[in-house]
Structures are given as C-alpha cells and as structure tokens.
C-alpha cells in the first residue's frame, strides 16, 4: 500500500461526498417543483440521494468481484445512519417524529431488514432475490408519491425551487451521478488495499470504513435539517436511506453480482441481528411523544460507540474483547431492553387513557 493508493482513496470519497451533494440539490429542487411534501422528499429524493454512495460502491464491488464487501456497506450504513445519524442529530435538537413514520415507514425498515436476513439464510443473496427487493422498492416509491399526494391536500405547499430551472437541475443530477462513478470506483479499490494490508477482512472494512465514508452525505443532511428545523427530513433521510440500502443497493448488487453476494456465517449471527434489533428499537423510541429526545439521541450515539469497539477488538484479536461482551450482554442490553419496554408501556397507556 503506498502513498498514491491513500490518496485515491481519499479523492474518491470526497467525490462520493460531492457528487452525491450535487445530485441531492438538483433532485431535490426537481422534486419541489412538482409540489411534494417535505416527509416524502426525505423518505425518497433525499435519503435515494444520500444513499447513492452506498449504491455506487456496491454495483462497482461486484463487478470486480469483491461482492462480500457490498454487504457490509448496507449493513454497516444502515447501523450507522440510525445510531450515529439519528443520534447526533437529536442531541443538537430533540427530533418530531411524523405519524405516518411510526405506523408505516418505519415497520417497513423493520420487515425488509427481516426480509434480508431471511434471503441470506443460504449463504448468498443471488439475482432471484435481487429482483424481489428491487421489486420491494417500486412498489414502495409508487405508494409513497401516492401517498404524497394525500399528503399535499392537507399540509402548506413547498415553496418553489430557487436558480436554475428543470433542465438546470437535471444538469446536476446528472453530473452528481458521474462523481459518484468515479468516486466509487478509486474508493473500492482504496479499501481492497486497505483490507490486503492490514490483514483485515472486507467484511470489516464495508462495515466500518466504508459504512462511515459513504454516510457522510446523510450525515451532512440530517444534521443540517435538524439545525434548519427540517426535522422531517432529518428523519426520514435515515428511515428512506436504510429502506433504500436493502432493497436498492442490496437488490441491483445481488443481480449484477457474478456469483451473487456472499453472506458469511459471522454476519447472519452478529452484525444482521444488530441491525435488525437497531431497526426495531426505532419503533418504541419513535413512538414516545412522537419524538427523539437527547437522552434517547445520546443512547443511540453511544451504542454506535460500542459497536464500533467490540468490531475493531474482535478484529484484533484484544485481550479485552471477552469482558467487553460480558458487559453488553449482561448488563447493556438487558438495561436497553427495559427502556423499551417501559417507554413502550407508557405509550400504551397514555394512548388508552385518551381513547376512554
């Protein structure tokens, strides 16, 4: 690994960042134009825009036959936009949750992050079930304008977008997605390195260094939404970014992919489920007053922490790793599963309250 190969891989991420930055402005303003709701702008337009690292990245692993890392990226972002995004976001400012969220948008999440882990139960995740989560995301993108419209009876329309005009905007979709090929490309071949140097799987490296690299735009959105008071797409940036990962960029690697894209063991038994349970602790912490408090932002932000740990230490082989398990297994997660279970309790019971 020298010199040339890091500073590929930096250029590329930061042309990841840029083009998807551009491809997010001009997609956006193009989405305003026709009047949708801010909600749907970040379940669809925003979060498929953010998303599109991941995207890039994916396609271009399994055409170059490094598929295992594909997975790690979806998983590993879909860990991290939830835990470190949604986290840091509520701690600068407790988030709105909006109801259409908590009864559909994030059920969803939780089902096709089930559905992911069934089709991986083979060991691959091959061109059949590619088409089936590809054929999730149509359906899914043809209820959500459905819905928008319902949505646009009752909430103020957007105003219109500033500067250039649709072929303008076009202009920079279009250009936005040429970055991300080019970004993609010097990024995966950055890593590959990355992996071969360091004795490090890709695995780890897709759920780590490019899980982090390639959420930098929902970061960058999330965050700024919530400063701007744009709590809606704060949240549905994250929600629609993590639905987009499994049936977009897992379904169009999957059918791509040569040999489809392997699931290893390690992955079904610890990595999935984690982002399975993050997916599912969502629900009962949207469900609190329809909001993110910074306690509940703080949790999130701090379990990123630790997941990131125990992967770095059991990847190095630490001396610490058994005890740190110990701890989470024993005390952490037990102590999380009560939090939710109360504040789940506590849901009920106010809502039945105000039905009598």
């Known amino acids: 690994m020298d010199v040339s190969t890091i500073g590929l891989f930096i250029l590329g991420l930061l042309l990841l ?8 402005r001009g997609a956006s303003r193009l989405a305003t134009a026709f009047g949708v709701s801010r909600l749907v702008i970040g379940l669809t337009v925003v979060s498929f825009g953010t998303s599109a690292p991941e995207f890039a990245i994916n396609v271009r692993s399994a055409l170059s036959g490094n598929a295992e890392l594909a997975l790690g990226n979806v998983v590993g972002s879909n860990i991290f936009n939830v835990l470190f995004i ?34 991986g139960l083979d060991g691959v995740i091959g061109w059949m079930d590619g088409i089936l989560l590809t054929g999730g995301l149509v359906l899914y993108t043809w209820w959500s ?27 920079l979709v279009i250009g936005g997605l040429a970055l991300l090929v080019l970004g993609s490309r010097w990024l995966v071949d950055g890593a590959v390195e990355f992996a071969s140097a360091l004795g490090v799987s890709e695995l780890i490296i897709g759920l780590t260094i490019i899980a982090a690299g390639t959420s930098l735009p929902e970061i960058a959105t999330s965050v700024m939404a919530s400063v701007r008071g744009e709590r809606d797409i704060a949240v549905g940036n994250v929600v629609g970014s993590n639905i987009f990962n499994i049936l977009a960029v897992l379904g169009v690697t999957g059918i791509v992919a040569p040999e489809g894209i392997p699931v290893p063991q390690p992955a079904l038994a610890f990595d999935v489920p984690v982002m399975i349970a993050v997916a599912i602790a969502c629900l009962p912490v949207f469900f609190h007053e329809n909001k993110i408090d910074r306690w509940e932002g703080g949790v999130f932000f701090a379990y990123y922490i630790a997941y990131t740990a125990y992967l770095v230490m059991d990847a190095v082989g630490h001396d610490f790793l058994p005890y740190f398990s110990t701890v989470m297994l024993e005390f952490v997660i037990p102590l999380t599963v009560l939090t939710v279970i109360v504040v789940l309790l506590r849901f009920l019971k106010k809502r039945e309250m105000v039905n009598r």
Do not use: H
């Open 145 to 171: 304008i459905r819905q928008s419209r319902k949505e646009s009876a009752r909430e103020e329309r957007l105003e219109k977008p500033e500067g250039a005009g649709i072929p303008g905007n076009a202009g």
């Open 86 to 119: 949604l986290g840091l976001s509520a701690l600068i400012t407790p988030l709105v949750v909006a109801t259409q969220l908590v009864r559909l948008d994030v059920p969803l999440m939780i089902a096709v992050s089930f559905l992911m882990l069934l089709l």
């Open 17 to 24: 960042i840029a083009g998807a930055e551009i491809l997010v």
